[in-house]
């Protein structure tokens, strides 16, 4: 079955610089790679989303790569500020009827001031 | 609001106890999926409904029953429970299953405490 790695567990970066968060997953199958951020106490919410069809996608200051070959796919978030501190989970899935979505284990992204 | 409810939001109960979990979501979605967050492990999937049919049991003990009556409703029957089911149960729903997008809408999840 998929395994899906997220790495690091814990991140913490000064305020305005670049953030990365790393996944591998282990199912070559797997075609969609969604991104969930998870405030404290809050529901995780989808904050962006990639497809197997495209390397990358950008939303502001947020843009997920994928490496199809290497089975990995990266979150970078530029310029952070402080409301950009939460856990962000990776996950992978395919769009098969009835397939599993796994998470990674999340990251938990401090923005220091 | 995600469209997606939950309640109640805290519960705390013994091992021998029964209790029911709720979800209920108002955005026209077939699918709909349990969740398990605990501090020391990712979200699990438990369980999946599509059109009301259970599509997954992710080897989930038999002391968690779903059920699903209509694609809004969501319950999740617990009894019996151990210490170590403490954790946040998290509903979410979606679309359906078939579609390529398949972006899930979670609820604010159930703090369950088992003493």
């Known amino acids: 079955g998929e395994n899906v790695e997220q790495h690091p567990s814990t991140l913490s970066v000064q305020e305005g610089d670049s953030a990365v968060i790393k996944c591998t997953y282990s199912?070559?199958?797997?075609?969609?790679f969604p991104w969930y951020k998870q405030e404290l106490g809050k529901r995780p919410q989808l904050i962006i989303d990639?497809?197997?069809?495209?390397g990358e996608k950008k939303d502001q200051r947020i843009a997920v790569t994928l490496n199809k070959t290497a089975k990995h796919f990266s979150l970078h978030i530029t310029e952070t500020q402080p409301e950009d501190s939460a856990v962000y989970f990776c996950?992978?899935?395919?769009?098969?009827?009835?397939?599993?979505?796994?998470f990674g284990k999340g990251t938990r992204l401090h923005i220091l001031p | 609001e995600t469209g997606v409810t939950q309640t109640p939001r805290h519960l705390v109960m013994g091992m021998t106890n029964k209790k029911s979990l709720k979800c209920e979501q108002h955005?026209?979605?077939?699918?709909m999926y349990w969740y398990k967050q605990s501090a020391k492990k990712p979200l699990e999937l438990m369980f999946v409904?599509?059109?009301?049919?259970?599509?997954e049991n992710n080897s989930v003990p038999s002391r968690f029953s779903p059920e699903c009556p209509n694609s809004s409703h969501l319950f999740l029957h617990l009894h019996t429970l151990q210490p170590e089911d403490s954790a946040l149960y998290l509903c979410?729903?979606?679309?359906?299953?078939?579609?390529?997008?398949?972006?899930?809408?979670f609820g604010p999840g159930t703090r369950l405490t088992v003493t």
């Open positions: 979410a729903s979606s679309p359906t299953l078939d579609r390529v997008a398949y972006e899930q809408y």
């Open positions: 199912d070559s199958a797997s075609n969609y």
């Open positions: 990639i497809r197997s069809n495209v």
């Open positions: 996950a992978a899935s395919t769009d098969l009827r009835d397939d599993k979505i796994i």
């Open positions: 955005l026209g979605h077939n699918a």
């Open positions: 409904y599509n059109f009301k049919e259970q599509t």
